[in-house]
């Protein structure tokens, strides 16, 4: 387990961008698969964009694909997550998620996971 502490949330208008930051506490955090997933009141997180323990593989959800890139900083245990173009559709919490495994696209894949941070985008 590490603790993991999102920032960079807020409100912008539609084609907007913003960074969301995740910092971690530990510095095995560079041997964790991380990944950002999101949730809007009354459903399940979603997956957004994970990127593997070695940062050699990034794989994106499709509503996001192109829009939006995931990318990490070993030197400061953080991983970030580069969203442009944002939409509507794209208001939620989102969260930050870490685990030693292999991760993937399910959120029972990770272990770790931040307090959240809240996107608000208008139209």
């Known amino acids: 387990q590490v603790q993991l502490v999102e920032s960079g949330g807020g409100l912008v208008q539609a084609g907007g961008s913003l960074r969301l930051s995740c910092a971690a506490s530990?510095?095995?955090?560079?041997?964790?698969?991380k990944a950002w997933f999101r949730q809007v009141p009354g459903k399940g997180r979603e997956f957004v964009a994970g990127?593997?323990?070695?940062?050699?593989?990034?794989y994106y959800a499709n509503s996001v694909k192109g829009r939006f890139t995931i990318s990490r900083d070993n030197a400061k245990n953080t991983v970030y997550l580069q969203m442009n173009s944002l939409k509507p559709d794209d208001t939620a919490v989102y969260y930050c998620a870490a685990d030693q495994s292999y991760g993937g696209r399910q959120p029972s894949s990770f272990g770790s996971w931040g307090q959240g941070t809240q996107v608000f985008v208008s139209s």
């Open positions: 990127i593997d323990w070695a940062g050699s593989r990034t």
């Open positions: 530990a510095r095995t955090f560079n041997n964790y698969a």
